[in-house]
């Protein structure tokens, strides 16, 4: 990752992660169009101007400091709301946004200079002033924000306007990657409620929110008033359907221009783009309850899930064995997938119920529904191998906002041992964003942690450099040797279908921030 301690201001010329139109893929032939909808609801139904998109699920929020969030942070980022600063995911700069220049003056302070003329969505301006209000609100209030957890864990950071354009940051202890944690905070008016989520959002990005009719459309429209390059639609409409094999339809039928979230078995045909994505699929264990207390049961559960049958017959990717991807720093090549091996994994078992432990006890896999393609499929094939070593268990699939109760703290209570299917994207390049809020003894996201961890994540999150990297790749191997808190499953790869009227090169970070400013009409021509 180049080093983000100095950028020099560039052109006010929007420049969307040193892409080209002409860098756009352009897809086929379109298949004939139905006459009817196969959406089963209200179909999209807009005109040309208009983008539309179907998502695997409805936002639980807008809220822009949840936008580390998939579900919310794919609609919000870089669409409704902005940050400061933005990582290129094809070479991991970082890059300008709202602000065009930051230096580190000190190991604890920087100076941001910020972009002038900029406007909020409701007319009001950006100024110093909101940034340090949107950086205390997402950081420093009783909201309980998930980029808190995710981006700054325990860390204390202060904010202060020098004037309208020129801003101040101080860390308690030094933090070479200040910078980049800032473009997880997405920038709002000082309008906004300080103490309290809002469910629609105002920000600076190039689209605002339109209409939002809970539970059958999400529309976006385009901001006369902004600050950069005027995106190709006019508006942008979401609608969501659980099935793939539905969403893939819409697009192939004319009902939509853009899906996401699909398996290669859901029908798009030479409509399917294919692509890598930052995603690592896990379960999560509990192992502050009985059986999952002893290393045994979850050494265990990794060897008995098939990771190479799940990515051949089940979803999309690769085996992996820790929760950060290749082009990550902290990535760890020598952390391997675990073998599956039942034989072993039910030897555990019968070791540790012969020690006493309570291996009857029935074990909950809280699944979520549209999470990857064939969610509730990859779930049972890890029940049937976890039956097979000898534990009881069973699975509960759960929409989007009854599953987010089970993924932060605090945690519901009385509900026993329990496996959650997750997924980690990495969005932003650095482990720091996965080691604090995962594995951390007091992590938003972490059922589990120990004092050693903690403090192989601290040493690594104070460094830089080559000693960054390695600090953090010790980390995952402590991690996958010692704690054993996951079972990672699978680096995923991305399919999505695109018809031919929209010309789109999805990346790494399209999951997490589907830029609708990326999006060309396909009928325009040019670059």
């Avoid at 301006?125 to 209000?133: D, I, K, N, S």
């Avoid at 969403?247 to 030479?270: F, H, K």
């Avoid at 072993?344 to 020690?355: C, P």
């Amino acid at each position: 990752m180049t080093d983000p301690g100095s950028v020099r201001t560039r052109s006010t010329t929007r420049i969307r992660r040193g892409r080209t139109a002409g860098a756009l893929a352009s897809v086929g032939v379109l298949l004939a169009v139905s006459g009817c909808s196969v959406a089963g609801g209200d179909p999209i139904g807009e005109g040309p101007g208009t983008l539309r998109v179907v998502l695997p699920e409805e936002p639980p929020t807008l809220e822009p400091c949840d936008a580390s969030l998939t579900a919310t942070g794919r609609v919000t980022r870089a669409n409704i709301t902005e940050a400061l600063t933005e990582r290129d995911p094809s070479t991991g700069r970082l890059e300008q946004a709202l602000a065009t220049q930051w230096t580190r003056n000190s190991p604890t302070s920087w100076t941001f200079t910020l972009r002038e003329g900029v406007k909020f969505h409701d007319d009001s301006p950006f100024t110093a002033e909101a940034a340090a209000f949107s950086i205390k609100r997402a950081t420093d209030s009783d909201i309980d924000c998930n980029v808190d957890g995710y981006i700054f864990t325990d860390s204390k950071i202060t904010a202060k306007a020098v004037d309208d354009t020129t801003l101040e940051v101080t860390t308690a202890e030094p933090d070479p990657i200040l910078p980049l944690r800032l473009s997880f905070v997405e920038i709002v008016p000082t309008s906004t409620d300080p103490d309290s989520r809002v469910r629609e959002p105002v920000g600076t990005g190039p689209y605002r929110i339109d209409e939002w009719s809970q539970g059958r459309f999400l529309r976006l429209k385009r901001f006369s008033g902004y600050w950069g390059e005027t995106p190709d639609y006019a508006a942008a409409k979401y609608v969501w359907r659980a099935e793939g094999s539905v969403r893939a339809a819409m697009v192939t039928n004319n009902e939509a221009d853009v899906a996401i979230g699909l398996a290669p078995e859901d029908g798009a045909g030479d409509r399917a783009v294919e692509f890598t994505t930052n995603e690592v699929s896990y379960l999560r264990m509990d192992a502050t309850r009985a059986p999952l207390d002893d290393v045994r049961i979850r050494r265990a559960i990794n060897y008995a899930i098939d990771r190479e049958g799940l990515v051949t017959a089940v979803f999309s990717g690769r085996p992996s064995g820790q929760l950060v991807s290749k082009g990550v720093t902290g990535y760890n090549p020598r952390v391997k997938p675990w073998p599956y091996d039942p034989k072993r994994a039910k030897r555990l078992v019968a070791e540790a119920r012969a020690d006493g432990v309570p291996t009857d006890t029935t074990i909950t896999i809280i699944g979520r529904t549209g999470i990857y393609p064939k969610a509730a499929e990859a779930m049972e094939v890890v029940q049937d191998g976890l039956l097979k070593a000898g534990l009881k268990v069973k699975i509960k699939m759960l929409d989007v906002n009854a599953w987010l109760e089970y993924l932060l703290r605090p945690f519901p209570k009385g509900i026993g041992p329990t496996l959650l299917q997750a997924q980690h994207g990495n969005q932003a390049g650095d482990a720091a964003f996965t080691m604090g809020q995962i594995y951390g003894s007091k992590g938003a996201q972490s059922s589990y942690g120990t004092p050693e961890l903690d403090a192989l994540t601290k040493q690594a999150q104070l460094s830089s450099g080559g000693k960054r990297q390695k600090a953090f790749a010790d980390a995952f191997a402590h991690q996958n040797d010692e704690v054993v808190r996951d079972a990672v499953m699978a680096n995923m790869t991305g399919i999505l279908a695109l018809s031919s009227h929209v010309r789109y090169r999805p990346d790494s970070a399209t999951n997490d921030e589907m830029r609708l400013s990326d999006m060309r009409r396909a009928d325009r021509g040019g670059n």
